[in-house]
């Protein structure tokens, strides 16, 4: 008979760029304004990457304070998932850059592509692997360097994205806490109100391209954000539902920082407290898949994600994809 185990969080870490670039900055460089800008994301400044660093530095940084954190071994690791858009290559996959940094070697390694989502879509991932009793111990990582991607001639996507990363050490365990469940949804239909057109096999890279702007990020900001608004209370009360529970029963909030209005608008539809909803959006702005673990990290070392706290992480973006955990830390 096979056992069932519960998946809990030992280790995070983080990693973010020391550049800061504010919303000062951007007005030397688009026709924009700090007032604009903050009255319409909450984005007061964004991180970016050196030139001469990659994805996989932020991602071994991350990776090598949640392992610190959580007591853990490299070499104890059966798994590593790597959840970002932004890959230092298209092949080899990201995650086993780092599986070779941290020496790893009797870990599995692959990378997990859901935009914004792909953290949840990671963790979720590790928690199959280890309540099926596959593995034992999974490190997840969140991360992107998105300004490499972003149009910075374009005032309507440039003020949003942010590079960082976020990570998390998973472990088995037989105790009652941990992952309750989880939700996954993707509509490949809204394909296009997020993507970077050119770079991949349906449209390589070639000189019309490049002049042509098209390895950058394309966003439908209208639209992505009246799809996110729905899809995020229809998932929060989904992963509610599963363990007989209400919102208002929830400690902590952990929603995909993409826009304080977004955040502002599902904490006043569910009436719940503003300290329920952790936000660093204002400091790191859009950092796709590195948005939750950087912002549960945070929570953590501040002391207000305690043991016994009933969690819920909500993310949404590019594919279209989102999806929700919902744990007892």
Not at 235 to 264: G, S, V, W, Y
Not at 277 to 300: C, K, L, Q, W
């Amino acid at each position: 008979m096979i056992k069932h185990y519960n998946t809990i969080i030992t280790g995070t870490g983080a990693a973010l760029p020391d550049q800061i670039i504010t919303n000062r900055d951007l007005e030397e460089m688009v026709e924009t304004s700090n007032e604009w800008i903050v009255s319409r994301t909450g984005i007061r400044e964004r991180r970016k990457l050196e030139d001469g660093l990659s994805n996989a530095d932020l991602s071994e940084k991350a990776a090598r304070e949640a392992l610190s954190r959580a007591g853990v071994d490299p070499l104890e690791l059966d798994m590593i998932l790597v959840a970002t858009v932004s890959p230092d290559h298209h092949t080899p996959s990201t995650s086993c850059i780092l599986q070779a940094r941290l020496e790893a070697f009797k870990a599995g390694a692959m990378d997990i592509s859901a935009g914004c989502t792909g953290f949840i879509y990671a963790l979720s991932t590790a928690h199959q692997f280890i309540s099926s009793g596959t593995c034992k111990k999974v490190l997840v990582v969140g991360v992107e360097i998105l300004t490499r991607f972003t149009d910075w001639e374009d005032r309507s996507t440039c003020v949003l994205f942010g590079d960082g990363a976020g990570a998390v050490v998973v472990e088995a365990t037989e105790e009652d806490r941990g992952i309750l469940n989880f939700s996954l949804r993707s509509d490949g239909r809204g394909a296009k109100l997020l993507y970077v057109p050119a770079g991949g096999s349906a449209m390589p890279a070639s000189h019309e391209t490049v002049s042509n702007r098209m390895h950058y990020l394309i966003m439908n900001g209208n639209e992505i954000f009246k799809f996110a608004v729905k899809v995020v209370e229809d998932t929060l009360f989904e992963l509610m539902a599963e363990e007989n529970k209400k919102p208002e029963d929830l400690d902590m909030i952990i929603l995909h920082q993409a826009n304080l209005r977004i955040i502002d608008h599902i904490r006043k539809r569910l009436n719940l407290p503003p300290e329920k909803f952790p936000v660093n959006i204002d400091r790191y702005g859009n950092t796709s898949s590195a948005t939750i673990p950087v912002a549960m990290h945070e929570e953590i070392l501040a002391g207000r994600l305690k043991e016994g706290d009933l969690v819920a992480m909500v993310a949404f973006g590019a594919g279209l994809t989102w999806g929700g955990v919902l744990m007892k830390w």
